[in-house]
């Protein structure tokens, strides 16, 4: 079994930062990719930004603003969340991938206000 807790969130008005972190424990030997997802209520779980060993990728809405970045020996990701907008009010989740399995966190409230 692998654990991932979710903190950093909360309110922030229009421009200004985050940076949210998910720290993982666990059966945590195969760890390959991390990553953040979000999700509004009434809409579908959307990619924002992945990590693995030899890249990044990043949702063309947050290109340019946000950057995801982990730490190997505290086993952590973090995204650094910058010009933040009202449309990326959402809740956010972490990933890992360990095979055979991708696991989730519980996710952490971002609103943006305007």
């Known amino acids: 079994q692998v654990q991932l807790v979710e903190s950093g969130g909360g309110l922030v008005q229009a421009g200004g930062s985050l940076r949210l972190s998910c720290a993982a424990s666990g059966n945590i030997f195969n760890m390959n990719a991390m990553g953040w997802y979000r999700q509004v209520p009434g809409n579908q779980r959307e990619p924002v930004a992945t990590?693995?060993?030899?890249?990044?990728n990043y949702a063309d809405s947050v290109k340019g603003r946000f950057t995801i970045s982990r730490d190997n020996a505290k086993n952590t990701v973090y995204l650094q969340m910058n010009s933040l907008k009202p449309e990326d009010t959402a809740v956010y989740y972490c990933?890992?991938?360990?095979?055979?399995?991708?696991?989730w966190g519980q996710g952490t409230q971002v609103t943006v206000s305007s």
């Open positions: 990590i693995t060993s030899s890249s990044t």
């Open positions: 990933n890992a991938y360990v095979s055979p399995r991708l696991y």
